[in-house]
T-cell receptor, first 114, second 110 residues
Framework: SQTIHQWPATLVQPVGSPLSLECTVE??????LYWYRQAAGRGLQLLFY??????ISSEVPQNLSASRPQDRQFILSSKKLLLSDSGFYLC?????????????FGDGTRLSIL | TQLLEQSPQFLSIQEGENLTVYCNSS?????LQWYRQEPGEGPVLLVT?????EVKKLKRLTFQFGDARKDSSLHITAAQPGDTGLYLC??????????FGTGTRLKVLA
C-alpha cells in the first residue's frame, strides 16, 4: 500500500531563517505531488505541484520554492522566511490528470515564524 | 480563476440533528470530492462524485453533485460527535490541479 511521510511535524523558526520541508511517498511510482498551505480552520491553498522529476508548477508568487530531486521526493524551501509564512503545510500525492482521482495527504507540518 | 465557496463556514449542532453543507462555484468541474479533516492531520477522502445529478451515500452521509456539475451538497442525518471536523470540498477539471473549497467547521455536541 502507498504511504506518504512529511517531516518535521512541527517547526519554529525565526524570521529571515531558511526552510526545508520534506515529503516522500512510498509504494507507488510517478505520482503527482503537491504542496498546500492551510490557514487555521480554512481551505487549502495550492502552492506547487509536480507531475514528474524536475517539473515544478508554481501557483502563488511568494518567497517559497519547491523541488523534486527524485520521483517520490518533494521538497519545499525558502531562503528567508517571513512572518506571513506561518501556517500548516500539507503534502499530497495523486494519479492521473486530476480527473476523478483522490488526493492522499500527509499529516502536515505546523510552521511557526517568530 | 476557479473558486469553490462553502456554506456555512461554521456549524454547531446537537447530537441527533440533521445538517446540510453546500459547495458552490460558477465553474464546471469534471468531478467533485469531499474530504474530512481532523485537527493536526491531513484531509481524508470521503467520496468522489463525477456525474451531474449523482447521489452517493456513505452510512449517514449523503452527497449530491449538481446537474450542471458546478455545485455539491453534503447532508448528514442524525449527526454524532464523531462527525465533528472540518469538511472540505474539492473540484477537479483534468488539469492536475485540485481547487479546494473554503471549508465548513462542524461541531456536534453530545
Amino acid at each position: 500500500s502507498q504511504t506518504i511521510h512529511q517531516w518535521p511535524a512541527t517547526l519554529v523558526q525565526p524570521v529571515g531563517s531558511p526552510l526545508s520541508l520534506e515529503c516522500t511517498v512510498e509504494g507507488t511510482s510517478n505520482p503527482n505531488l503537491y504542496w498546500y498551505r492551510q490557514a487555521a480552520g480554512r481551505g487549502l491553498q495550492l502552492l506547487f505541484y509536480s507531475v514528474g522529476i524536475g517539473q515544478i508548477s508554481s501557483e502563488v508568487p511568494q518567497n517559497l520554492s519547491a523541488s523534486r530531486p527524485q520521483d517520490r521526493q518533494f521538497i519545499l524551501s525558502s531562503k528567508k522566511l517571513l512572518l506571513s509564512d506561518s501556517g500548516f503545510y500539507l503534502c499530497a500525492w495523486s494519479y492521473g490528470d486530476g480527473s476523478n482521482q483522490p488526493q492522499h495527504f500527509g499529516d502536515g507540518t505546523r510552521l511557526s515564524i517568530l | 480563476t476557479q473558486l469553490l465557496e462553502q456554506s456555512p463556514q461554521f456549524l454547531s449542532i446537537q447530537e441527533g440533528e440533521n445538517l446540510t453543507v453546500y459547495c458552490n462555484s460558477s465553474s464546471v468541474f469534471s468531478s467533485l470530492q469531499w474530504y474530512r479533516q481532523e485537527p493536526g492531520e491531513g484531509p481524508v477522502l470521503l467520496v468522489t462524485v463525477v456525474t451531474g445529478g449523482e447521489v452517493k451515500k456513505l452510512k449517514r452521509l449523503t452527497f449530491q453533485f449538481g446537474d450542471a456539475r458546478k455545485d455539491s451538497s453534503l447532508h448528514i442525518t442524525a449527526a454524532q460527535p464523531g462527525d465533528t471536523g472540518l469538511y472540505l470540498c474539492a473540484g477537479t477539471s483534468g488539469t492536475y490541479k485540485y481547487i479546494f473549497g473554503t471549508g465548513t467547521r462542524l461541531k456536534v455536541l453530545a
